[in-house]
T-cell receptor, first 111, second 116 residues
């Protein structure tokens, strides 16, 4: 069974601070996705990373896939209250038909 | 396009009652999934389908059944509801880009189910 561990589980910061959340596994994945979920809604895809060492940027969010494709990180610069939500990572392998989800990091950004 | 829709949005059942949750997608996606999400937790896969007429068990399939008679619909059934099935249920769909499959999933808004 492939497992994804996310840390920290909870994070509460002030507006303007920077933060990094992590997604780690002992298994190799062919791709990894990050999703954000706001209260009362379904998760929304933020990014997919597929190449070891890959870095992708989405405005103030920077995503990195580990060289060995076993881990990933999400860095947010100058966090805003609108960044508040549950951040989920998910790993998948070609032809597996399904993904493995982490338990998520709940981020609260206070004004 | 509506994307992924789920009905109903809310439901309250008594222990032992049955119900069916409907998921529909209009994106012509091959893959569809049912998850449950409990407070403070991530998503746990109940059942999934890699194509019309096919289904497979996920992590927590006990007490649930599914059917995918049409490509656009994926039904989740509870034959005899139990309080442990109180949860928020999410449906999702995904697609393949030819030979590469990244499982980028599109989620519905969820169904909040309470079993008394």
């Amino acid at each position: 069974t492939q497992l994804l561990e996310q840390s920290p589980q909870f994070l509460s910061i002030q507006e303007g601070e920077n933060l990094t959340v992590y997604c780690n596994s002992s298994s190799v994945f062919s791709s990894l996705q990050w999703y954000r979920q706001e209260p009362g809604e379904g998760p929304v895809l933020l990014v997919t990373v597929v190449t070891g060492g890959e870095v992708k940027k989405l405005k103030r969010l920077t995503f990195q896939f580990g060289d060995a494709r076993k881990d990933s990180s999400l860095h947010i610069t100058a966090a805003q209250p609108g960044d508040t939500g549950l951040y989920l990572c998910a790993g998948s392998n070609t032809n597996a038909g399904k993904s493995t989800f982490g338990d998520g990091t709940t981020l609260t950004v206070k004004p | 396009n509506a994307g992924v829709t789920q009905t109903p949005k809310f439901r309250v059942l008594k222990t032992g009652q049955s119900m069916t949750l409907l998921c529909a997608q209009d994106m012509n996606h091959e893959y569809m999934y049912w998850y449950r999400q409990d407070p403070g937790m991530g998503l746990r896969l109940i059942h999934y389908s890699v194509g019309e007429g096919t289904t497979a068990k996920g992590e927590v399939p006990d007490g649930y059944n599914v059917s995918r008679l049409k490509k656009q619909n994926f039904l989740l059934g509870l034959e005899s509801a139990a309080p442990s099935q109180t949860s928020v249920y999410f449906c999702a769909s995904s697609y393949s880009r030819g030979y590469r499959w990244f499982n980028e999933q599109f989620f519905g808004p969820g169904t909040r189910l309470t079993v008394l």
